[in-house]
Structures are given as structure tokens and as C-alpha cells.
């Protein structure tokens, strides 16, 4: 506190009050995998913000791997920023004795997406969603294995106890004269006659390939998404069709409607850039069976190649089920607790809740003028409480101070239904 000793006029800088919570990005990807040059940085992940700078680090010898086909992706489809975490062509998810693996993204508080391409065995899918279960502010975009015949193999639980359909797939396709994988009628678009067979998928090495001979999804979880099939791109490096895996795409696609819309909007019924074609065509009863076991498919509607599916690993019965009320609270969560960091210390008193109430009800205002939360009025949207029966003299003592917050957020329109019915004018005239 100022003493005044000698008399004169003092001037003083007082805080003004709020403090106003910024919202943090939501939009950069981290993608763990690997690339063949062997100059490339491994093991550390290192920040690129456009494709000529990848390629510069990573090298352009084709041709690409999932790693570059999904970095690619992620540029073309919307994407500004992203780390990339060489873990070598023998390297896993998981890391190894002698290398991190995908801990080494823990202590880069900026990701929010993070992709394993072409990852489909059951260790890697539980080294990715473990990942971002423990930092609970990233989600993940896992691809679903890269052919399956039988759609019931696709969503039975991806485990270790079988080996990779993705070898088996791949040393069929090399020994093919026309290099086309194993089922190739059926991965064909609509399954036309005549047509030609698919694009050779980039050749699976050790911590990729599928959870078992017919394929399987990930574990429950509510911090990842899986999307399935893979799609027909051009190789940026040789300019060759070939198969690649979705998740660099959709995770452009996911930094692409962040930046238009919001966090908020369901990253669906958006178009995948550079996709030409699907390894699958899946129908509305083949989906129907893909969504209930809450993987997201890829499909062909009136010609454009989309998103049409926006639902998390969490079951159909949990209330994080969707994918962007999941991001939404991971978004508001991490806000919150970056833009309060200055009450730590404060005097745990009735003035720090007050404080506490404004700058969280600024910030959570905002999400509902931005159209993030549910209601046609600030109560019906939000709450935040903290006074003296949130904080009891026994948690003041112990140095505690506690908020309770609860939103309403808007959930995605995913069934449209409309209810058309013959309409008679004179039966209307006499209901009149």
C-alpha cells in the first residue's frame, strides 16, 4: 500500500476490472508417422506451416508415405499450421525404448487435432487416444482400416491377436501384374463393370497396417473419431493415383470449419479437397450399421465426395456422442483455465468471486452470440456460480476457490425429417 509523506499530487494506475478470456486456436494438427528420407528430423516434432516447407524438411523423393499423403491433405484442405513427428519407418505410435513416440507432443499446449496416418493396428489406435485422454485438449482422427470386405469385421474392436490385413492386402497387390489390391470390385467407386480397379495404397510398414485379418475399429473413447474409407488421391511427389488414408483430410477439414464457422459446427457434409475417389462406396443401410458404432463415413453425394458423419468413439448412449459438443467443452475448458491463471494468489474472497463470475460470463456470452450455445437467453444458455456455498470456510482455508459452470450446447442436426402428407382444400376449408 502507497504511503503519502510529503504533500503533492499523486497519480495512481488502478486495474480497470474484467479481464477478458481469449479463446485458444482450435485448428493446429500434429501428425505422427513416417517418411523415408533419412536426413528427415526423428523423434522431434517440428513445426510446418505450409507444404513447400514440408517438403523441404522431409524431403520429395516419392513415393509418398501416409505421413506425406495425409500433411498433403491437411494444406489442401483448409489447414495453416501443423507439427510433424517422424518416429522412422520402424518406429511405432507408442514410442519405443530408444525413442518418445507421440509423448513428445505432450508438451506442445497449442495441438488440438492429432492424426496417426495409416495407423490401423489396435496399439497404435490406443496410443493416439490414450494421448489425448491424458491431455484432454486435443481430439484425435483415426483411419479405419484400409480394405474390408465384411462391413460387420469393420465394427467389431480392432485387437492384437491376429495379424495386419493391410500386408496381406499388400503382398497380393505386388504380386498382381496390375498392381490392384485384393476385393478391388468392390472397392470400385459404385461397383460398375467395366471399371477401373483401385489406385495400389501406399505400402504399410511396422505400427500400421489393420487390427486383424478383416480389419476393426477403435476402443470407446470419447476423444477420437474414426473415419472410414480410405480415399483415391494424387501423389504430390510421383502424380500417381493412389489410396490414402482420410485423416489428414478431415483433419483440414476440422481446421477449415473451425476458422469459418466455429469449433461448434459439426465438421460434416463438408467437401475433401483432392479427393477423387472412395476405396468404398458404402449405402445408406451400410452407414446406418457405421454410425450407430460411431464411425464417421466418407461418401459420394451428387458427385462431390463429403463428410457425412460427425460422431465421436463415445456410443451412441453418451452424452460426448458428437464430435463437436466434445471440442466445444475441450475448447471452453482450456480458455477458461488459460484466462483465470491471474486469480491464483488473489485474496479468496467475495471480491475474487465476483471477478470470477464476469470474466467467465464475458467469455461464455460470447459463445452464445457466436451461436455455440443453446437458448434464447443468457440463462437458458449458461450458469456460472461461485459464492460462499461453492466456497465453504473449510475450502477458503485450504486455500480453494471453486466455480461451478454449465453450458448448453447446440448439437448437430444429423436426422432431418420432414412430414408431408395429401392436403385437400376443402378438408382444410371445413377444419377451419
Not at 158 to 165: E, G, L, R, V
Amino acid at each position: 500500500m502507497p504511503q503519502y509523506l510529503t504533500p503533492g499530487v499523486y497519480v495512481e494506475e488502478l486495474m480497470g476490472g474484467a479481464r477478458p478470456i481469449e479463446g485458444v486456436g482450435t485448428e493446429i494438427a500434429a501428425f505422427v508417422g513416417f517418411v523415408d528420407d533419412d536426413e528427415a528430423p526423428r523423434g522431434v516434432p517440428t513445426s510446418v506451416n505450409n507444404w513447400t516447407q514440408y517438403t523441404s524438411i522431409f524431403g520429395t523423393e516419392g513415393p509418398s508415405t501416409p505421413l506425406t499423403l495425409a500433411v498433403h491433405g491437411f494444406f489442401l484442405n483448409g489447414g495453416q499450421r501443423c507439427y510433424v513427428l517422424n518416429v522412422g519407418p520402424d518406429g511405432t505410435v507408442g514410442g519405443t525404448p530408444g525413442e518418445p513416440g507421440i509423448s513428445a507432443l505432450e508438451h506442445i499446449d497449442e495441438i488440438a487435432i492429432v492424426a496417426a496416418p495409416g495407423m490401423t493396428d489396435a496399439a497404435s489406435y490406443d496410443a493416439v487416444l490414450s494421448h489425448c485422454e491424458l491431455m484432454r485438449d486435443r481430439v484425435a482422427v483415426l483411419d479405419g482400416p484400409a480394405h474390408v470386405d465384411d462391413l460387420n469385421d469393420l465394427i467389431r474392436p480392432a485387437t492384437m491377436s491376429t495379424p495386419s490385413a493391410a500386408s496381406a492386402s499388400s503382398s497380393s497387390s505386388s504380386s498382381s501384374p496390375s498392381g490392384s489390391s485384393a476385393g478391388s470390385e468392390e472397392s470400385t467407386g459404385e461397383g460398375e463393370e467395366g471399371s477401373a480397379p483401385p489406385p495400389p495404397a501406399p505400402t504399410p510398414r511396422r505400427g500400421g497396417g489393420s487390427g486383424g485379418p478383416g480389419g476393426g475399429m477403435a476402443r470407446a473413447s470419447e476423444w477420437g473419431a474414426e473415419y472410414v474409407p480410405w480415399i483415391s488421391v494424387v501423389d504430390p511427389l510421383t502424380g500417381t493415383l493412389v489410396e490414402a488414408p482420410p485423416s489428414g483430410h478431415v483433419a483440414g477439414v476440422w481446421a477449415r470449419t473451425d476458422g469459418s464457422r466455429g469449433v461448434h459446427k459439426a465438421p460434416a457434409n463438408e467437401t475433401v479437397r483432392g479427393a477423387l475417389d472412395l476405396t468404398r462406396a458404402f449405402t445408406p443401410s451400410e452407414q446406418g450399421l457405421l454410425n450407430s458404432a460411431g464411425i464417421n463415413a466418407i461418401r459420394n453425394i451428387h458427385g462431390s465426395i463429403k463428410i457425412w458423419g460427425a460422431r465421436t468413439l463415445a456410443g451412441s448412449a453418451s452424452e460426448w456422442r458428437y464430435l463437436p459438443v466434445r471440442r466445444l467443452f475441450a475448447f471452453a475448458e482450456e480458455s477458461i483455465q488459460q484466462g483465470t491463471g491471474w486469480v491464483v494468489f488473489e485474496p479468496n474472497d467475495q471480491v475474487l468471486w465476483n471477478a470470477i463470475r464476469r470474466d467467465v460470463r464475458g467469455f461464455l456470452r460470447r459463445l452464445w452470440r457466436d451461436g455455440a450455445l443453446m437458448g434464447a437467453t443468457e440463462r437458458e444458455a449458461f450458469f456460472v456460480k461461485c459464492d460462499a456455498e461453492t466456497n465453504p470456510q473449510e475450502n477458503i482455508d485450504a486455500g480453494i476457490v471453486t466455480a461451478l459452470i454449465g453450458m448448453a450446447p447446440v448439437k448437430p442436426a444429423e436426422f432431418i425429417v420432414f412430414k408431408v402428407s395429401q392436403y385437400t382444400a376443402a378438408a382444410g376449408e371445413e377444419a377451419q
